[in-house]
């Protein structure tokens, strides 16, 4: 139940995270577990988007499948949220 309630925080607050998951992992709808895109073992790691200023626009880390936290800042370098 932990896990579905940190997914559904994150999304709230960092929705633009999860439509770059085609990059580094996917999650399975059901179990709402995280998992490597190119062997589909439980995703380790951590998966970021910048802005095209290069800053960081998001990160969110996982450890076997389970978001760890996410975190999004601003354009200017602002953090705006982070969950763990």
């Not at 059901?30 to 095209?52: K, P, V, W």
């Amino acid at each position: 139940m932990k896990i579905k309630t940190l997914i559904i925080i994150s999304l709230a607050f960092l929705p633009s995270l999860f439509y770059a998951q085609n990059d580094c992992f996917f999650l399975d709808k059901e179990t709402q577990i995280a998992y490597n895109r190119a062997d589909s073992s439980l995703f380790t790691g951590s998966c970021t988007r910048t802005y095209r200023n290069g800053k960081m626009k998001s990160i969110c880390v996982f450890q076997d499948g389970i978001i760890q936290y996410t975190c999004g800042w601003s354009r200017k370098g602002i953090l705006l949220d982070s969950v763990y």
